[in-house]
Structures are given as structure tokens and as C-alpha cells.
């Protein structure tokens, strides 16, 4: 087992998905090497809006606050009459306010460039001793039954070096064209959208405009040009398509200049410094299995879209917790590879509907006018984009006593499970509960019992399955039974949380009783988000990607939920 030469697993890529799924792995004490092939991080916004479910996923990987420390919220969308471009014709914002829920916390979509991103994640990363491998390119690899040989080229000086790094796990998340997928050989079928479909993006210094709107010029049958403020001073993300010549914009300044004058019709916008512009030609492809063997991809490796769906970094950050616990309990030696065939089995239906989904967008974005004709509708960007109502209610991993399983998928994307009204399901995205009273924790808090509260998102962590058992007290048995059943498993690896209502105000007598901690309910919140009534013993079982991985009546259930995760034998 302890080969010293062997890393347990080998990264290819340092972008959104290779960072999370790299700090997913750290944070379960698994070692791995992530390799980068450019020499120098990258900089620029690119995707740059994180959804609020990627925030519960940065929430549950530590990097939340750092994010929102830098980030800033969605502006309104300002479209302006043209030709003159100065008068505006329209202001909307993109993602309607919703106001924040006890189950839903995050309610705004937060804009951050990605390097800002990445810098936080590599950050996070060093501390937990890993560091990205830069100017490190992966070129070939060969995987054998127990180990793969990954053949790597080191830029050293003026020179490079040849290292071939013995691996268990080879994880591609070395984005569109990445080498991984195609000598894996998987097909990686959709479309490449024309010409007149493709965008100039990029980040440009701009004089002369307000940073309260992301300001919007024409149409994609003429000249659309989109500026879009971002955290750093004058600088905007510019996103130009339609009838131009992408080429000349990008190789040119003058180019970029005339295009922006007859774009917009304004003469008062300047151009100041371009820090990078590129030509950016949107696909629509997805592979056929994110796993072959001891080699995975995810993130923009495994599926591409167009940008105006937006849902790029969203879908990669989702990919790369979902795999991280995974492959985590299999190097642990607690579960079988088996297990890591669920992450194609979850991930592959919601990616097929995301596909369809962005096209929807893309096609809404080709429909709206320069005369303001259907432009709500084709920038409108909350609902179920936000993904909270994203699922694997299929998933054979899952385990639901409290209402039928799917046998195949139905609403991945949880168009309709993303209303309240909606019965919580397992495989559901697991709801946050704010107000709960802490009133007896294995782990010291430093405060008087029944005095400290906490919310269900702080319970929750990236390496360990959490089981909410609510009791009332009377109906205590079950719940004891539950507890010594969740006592057989390592205690690491489930937190088991006691979770009690409160209806006249006096907290219950209660000991731990073999739990590790245990909440008062104060107002109702946890029941509410999960469906429990007052006096009904139910299990939740939450898994380390924030997902419901069992909803459990019975001991039986709870042996079979468990049973199909510590697998190894
Ligand atoms: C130029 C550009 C503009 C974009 N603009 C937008 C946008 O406006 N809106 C939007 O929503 N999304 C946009 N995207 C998409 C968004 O950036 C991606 O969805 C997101 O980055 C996906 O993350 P990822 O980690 O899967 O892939 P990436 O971010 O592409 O990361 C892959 C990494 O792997 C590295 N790599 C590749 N091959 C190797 C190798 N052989 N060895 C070692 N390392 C390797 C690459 O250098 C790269 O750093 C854009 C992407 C690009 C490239
Ligand atoms: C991100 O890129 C921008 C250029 O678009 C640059 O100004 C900024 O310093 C970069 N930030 C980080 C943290 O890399
Ligand atoms: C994430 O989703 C939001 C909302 O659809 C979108 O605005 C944003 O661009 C997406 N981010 C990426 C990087 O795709
Ligand atoms: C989110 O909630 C806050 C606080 O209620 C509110 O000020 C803000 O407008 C909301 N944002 C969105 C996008 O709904
Ligand atoms: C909205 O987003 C900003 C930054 O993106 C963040 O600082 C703020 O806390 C968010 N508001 C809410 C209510 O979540």
C-alpha cells in the first residue's frame, strides 16, 4: 500500500474544477500533485459569476468569505437606443431579488474574475501544503489495472525536464481541448456553433462609463457589444459579437477601437489599456463517461457550452466535489471503486439538461433586438439557473424510506423541485437551517451549553457524511437505534447530530447519547427546510458535497445507505 513513489493522485490543470477538486481531496488528508502547463497563473475574468449553489460549495470548502471579501454583486443590465447609444432604452437586472431564506442563505449571484478565484482557491490549497505545479504540462499517460504513468514535461530555465509520475488516480481537469479525455478516447459529441456566433471577450481599461450597470449596445443580427464592470477599477469585461471580423478585433487595437464607435455610436468612450482580448467560439459537446478506469475528467474537459448560459464554472465546481469525496473514501480504503462510477451516473443527466438549457439561452440571447424586443427575456438569469434544484434523486447510491425513488432521471435540474412547495427528496441539494441552539457538542465551543447557535451549513463539512436524527425525545428509541446502527461506522467519517424541537421554550433533558452533538430546533428552521413535522423521527443523512444522500425511517435504511458508500470489503 505504501509505495512512497506513488502520489494517490495526479491533477492535470489548475483551473476552477482541478483547484476545488484538489481542495476537496486536501481537506480529506489525501495527498495529491496538481500540474499546470502554463508557466504563470493566468489572469482575466472570463466566467466569472459564481451561483449561489457554488457558493454553498465554497461555504462548505472554507473559501466563502475570501470570496465574497472580493466579490461584487450582479449590476442591472442597461441596454441603450441606438444608433446614438446614449439614451437608455432599458434597465432590468438579470437575476430578479429574491431575499435570502433560512434554507436558501445565498440569494445573489456574486461576480468575481476567475483568476480572483483561482488565487483564493491556490491560496486555501497551500495552506493545507499543496502547492500548483506550474509551467508543468501533461503529454501522454498510460494507465495499467493498479497505477497509472503519467509522462509530464517540466519548463526548467531555458531548458525542460522529463519526469513520468506514478499515480493511482489521474483526475483531467485540463479544460476544452485537454489532452486527458481525447487519449482516453471518449467521444465527445454536440456541435461547433458558427462564425457569426462567436464572441470577442476580453478585459479592457474604459474611460467614460458608470460601474452601476453592465452596459449593452445592438444585437447579435448587427453589432452587440456588452461592457461589464468588475472588481478592478476601470477595467470591464468587453464581450463583442454579431456581424464583425473576430479576427481583426483581436490582432488590432484599432480594430477593437473602430468597432466599439460603431458598436455603440458613443464617441465619448475610451479605450484605455487592453490587458488581454481573445476569440472565443462556443461549442455545445458533452463526453460520453466522465470516468474510464483510474482516470476521470470533469469541468469544461467533460462538457462545454455556450457562454450564454453561463453555467461553466457552476458545472465544474459541482463536477469536482461530487468526484473529490468520492475518490477521498476510496483512498482512505473504506470504499470500493465502484463507487466512483456514481459520479458519471449523477453528473451526466444534469449536464445533458445544462446543455440544453444554455442552448435555450444562447438562442434567446440570437432573438433579442437592439430595440429592446425580448432582451429581459433573453438576459434573465435566476430560477432554476441557480441551480438549487439540481439533483440525483436517480442516483443508485441514494436512499429514500420517505418517498419513492426515480428510476431515471426526470428533473435534473430540479425545474420544479427548485419551488418550495416541492417535497424534499434524497439526492435533493441539502437546505441550510439557521437558530439552532447547540446543547451538547463532543467538541468544546467555549461557551455555555444551550447558549451558542449555529446553522446546519456550519455543521456540514467535505469530509464526513452528517446524520441529522430528529427526535423529539419521546419517540426516543428509534433514534437510539439509529445512533448505535451510525456507531459501527468510522467517526470521523459520520457526524451524527441530534436534532430536537423546543415547544414551550424549555430545552429537553438530554444527554449525547453516543451522538456528537445535539441542537434545539428554536425556530423550527431544520424541520421546516426537511419536511419533518413536530414528534416524527426521521433521519437525514447529509453527504460531504452538500448533497441528501439517505432519507431514512429504518435502521434497514440507514445499513443500506451506508452499506452502498463503505464498500470495500
Ligand atoms: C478564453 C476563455 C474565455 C471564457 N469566457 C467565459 C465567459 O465569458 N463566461 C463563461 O461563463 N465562461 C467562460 N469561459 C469558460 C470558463 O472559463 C470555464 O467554464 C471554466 O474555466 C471551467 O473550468 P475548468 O477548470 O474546467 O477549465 P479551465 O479553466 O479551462 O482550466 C484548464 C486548465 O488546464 C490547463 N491545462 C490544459 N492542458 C494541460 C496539460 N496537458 N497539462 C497541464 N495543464 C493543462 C490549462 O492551462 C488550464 O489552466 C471561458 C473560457 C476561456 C478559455
Ligand atoms: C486578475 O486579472 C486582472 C486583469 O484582467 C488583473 O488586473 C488582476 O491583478 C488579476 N488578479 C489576480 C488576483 O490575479
Ligand atoms: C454561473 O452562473 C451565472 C448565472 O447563470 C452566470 O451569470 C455566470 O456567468 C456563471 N459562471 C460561469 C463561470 O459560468
Ligand atoms: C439579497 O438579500 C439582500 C438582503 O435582504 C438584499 O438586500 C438583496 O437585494 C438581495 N439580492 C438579490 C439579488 O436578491
Ligand atoms: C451578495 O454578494 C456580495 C458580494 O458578491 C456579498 O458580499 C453579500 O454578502 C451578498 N449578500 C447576501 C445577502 O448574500
Redesign the pocket.
Given at each position: 500500500m505504501s509505495d512512497d513513489s506513488v502520489v494517490p493522485v495526479l491533477i492535470v490543470g489548475a483551473g476552477?474544477a482541478g483547484l476545488v477538486v484538489a481542495l476537496t481531496l486536501r481537506k480529506n488528508g489525501i495527498p495529491v500533485r496538481i500540474i499546470e502547463k502554463t508557466p504563470r497563473v493566468q489572469v482575466g475574468q472570463?466566467?466569472?459569476?459564481?451561483?449561489p449553489r457554488?457558493q454553498e460549495v465554497f461555504n462548505l470548502l472554507g473559501v466563502l468569505d475570501d470570496i465574497h471579501a472580493k466579490a461584487m454583486p450582479?449590476v442591472p443590465m442597461r441596454m441603450y437606443k441606438s444608433p446614438e447609444g446614449i439614451e437608455p432604452l432599458l434597465t432590468f437586472q438579470?437575476?430578479p431579488a429574491v431575499a435570502p431564506t433560512p434554507s436558501r442563505p445565498y440569494n445573489n449571484?456574486s461576480?468575481l474574475g476567475?483568476n480572483h478565484t483561482e488565487e483564493i482557491l491556490r491560496t486555501h490549497l497551500e495552506r493545507h501544503g499543496c502547492h500548483v505545479e506550474l509551467g508543468t504540462t501533461l503529454y501522454s499517460f498510460q494507465p495499467t489495472d493498479d497505477h497509472v504513468l503519467a509522462h509530464v514535461l517540466r519548463e526548467k530555465g531555458d531548458g525542460e525536464t522529463v519526469e513520468t509520475i506514478k499515480c493511482r488516480w489521474l483526475i483531467g481537469t485540463d479544460g476544452a481541448r485537454g489532452v486527458v479525455r481525447k487519449q482516453l478516447g471518449l467521444a465527445f459529441d454536440g456541435e461547433t456553433l458558427k462564425a457569426t456566433h462567436h464572441l470577442v471577450i476580453g478585459d479592457v481599461q474604459i474611460k467614460g462609463l458608470d460601474k452601476k450597470h453592465w452596459h449593452y449596445w445592438g444585437d447579435m443580427s448587427t453589432i452587440l457589444v456588452m461592457l461589464r464592470p468588475t472588481e478592478d477599477d476601470d477595467i470591464y469585461f468587453l464581450s463583442v459579437g454579431g456581424h464583425v471580423d473576430h479576427a481583426k478585433i483581436v490582432a488590432e487595437r484599432a480594430g477593437l477601437e473602430r468597432v466599439l464607435k460603431v458598436g455603440t455610436g458613443r464617441m465619448d468612450i475610451v479605450l484605455g489599456k487592453i490587458r488581454y482580448v481573445t476569440e472565443y467560439r462556443p461549442h455545445v459537446r458533452m463526453a460520453e463517461t466522465f470516468r474510464k478506469g483510474r482516470v476521470f475528467v470533469a469541468g469544461d474537459a467533460a462538457h462545454i457550452h455556450s457562454?450564454f448560459?453561463?453555467?461553466?464554472?457552476?458545472?465544474?465546481v459541482q463536477d469536482a466535489v461530487n468526484l473529490g469525496w468520492k475518490l477521498s473514501l476510496v483512498e482512505k480504503g473504506v470504499a470500493a471503486p465502484s463507487l466512483l462510477d456514481s459520479y458519471s451516473e449523477e453528473r451526466i443527466p444534469v449536464i445533458t439538461e445544462m446543455l440544453k438549457k444554455s442552448t435555450e439561452?444562447f438562442d434567446n440571447a440570437m432573438q433579442a433586438k437592439s430595440d429592446g424586443t425580448n432582451s429581459e427575456k433573453a438576459w434573465y438569469?435566476g430560477g432554476e439557473?441557480?441551480?438549487f434544484g439540481v439533483n440525483c434523486r436517480w442516483s443508485s447510491i441514494v436512499v429514500d424510506e420517505r418517498t419513492p425513488k426515480e428510476k431515471t432521471p426526470v428533473d435534473p435540474y430540479g425545474v420544479e423541485s427548485c419551488s418550495y412547495t416541492n417535497a424534499v427528496r434524497a439526492g435533493d441539494r441539502a437546505p441550510d437551517a439557521p437558530g439552532l441552539v447547540v446543547l451538547d457538542s463532543a467538541e468544546d465551543t467555549g461557551m455555555p451549553q444551550g447558549t451558542t447557535s449555529t446553522s446546519l451549513f456550519n455543521i456540514f463539512g467535505p469530509s464526513y457524511h452528517t446524520a441529522l436524527i430528529f427526535s423529539d425525545g419521546t419517540d426516543s428509541d428509534k433514534a437510539k437505534q439509529i445512533v448505535s446502527q451510525l456507531r459501527a461506522y468510522p467517526p470521523e467519517l459520520v457526524r451524527k447530530v441530534l436534532v430536537y424541537h423546543d415547544p414551550d421554550g424549555t430545552p429537553p433533558v438530554v444527554t449525547l447519547g453516543g451522538a456528537d452533538m445535539s441542537v434545539v430546533d428554536r425556530y423550527g428552521h431544520a424541520h421546516g427546510s426537511y419536511q419533518v413535522r413536530w414528534n416524527e423521527f426521521v433521519a437525514i443523512v447529509v453527504r460531504p458535497d452538500g448533497g441528501i444522500g439517505g432519507i431514512i425511517r429504518s435502521t434497514e435504511g440507514l445499513k443500506r445507505y451506508f452499506d452502498g458508500i463503505f464498500s470495500a470489503t
Open positions: 476552477p472570463r466566467g466569472a459569476g459564481i451561483m457554488s450582479i438579470l437575476d449571484t461576480m476567475q457562454p448560459g453561463g453555467q461553466g464554472l457552476n458545472s465544474s439561452l438569469r439557473l441557480h441551480m
